[in-house]
């Protein structure tokens, strides 16, 4: 589901224009990414939490160069599902998620 897939069910449940839903969601997504900018958790209930985590940078050695290379702690963002949200995946079968496994599971005796 893409961002324009929810403007537009939004708009035609509230019978509104895809423009006006659009500029809500526009807003709503940059709120959010101020506040992580800012270095705020950003906690909505019975949803989700968005945080910022640096991943620490460590040493590599690179083939190519044939040397060392340093690659820098570089800032992520975590999101966890919350409440009615996590509860509401976790209690689906696993069968439903299928489709879009993407791990791939080895029968006994396949080399």
């Excluded at 403007?7 to 526009?26: G, M, P, Q, R």
């Excluded at 019975?46 to 340093?70: C, L, M």
Aim: hydrophobic share 35%.
């Amino acid at each position: 589901m893409t961002r324009m897939d929810i403007v537009h069910k939004i708009a035609k449940d509230l019978n509104v224009t895809d423009k006006y839903v659009k500029e809500l969601v526009l807003l709503y997504e940059k709120e959010i990414a101020d506040a992580l900018n800012a270095g705020e958790t950003v906690k909505l209930p019975n949803f989700a939490r968005f945080e910022v985590y640096a991943k620490k940078g460590s040493s590599r050695y690179n083939i190519a160069a044939k040397a060392n290379v340093y690659m820098p702690t570089k800032y992520r963002v975590r999101i966890t599902a919350i409440g009615d949200l996590k509860e509401s995946v976790e209690s689906q079968p696993v069968s439903k998620f299928d489709k879009t496994k993407k791990d791939v599971d080895f029968e006994e005796g396949d080399d």
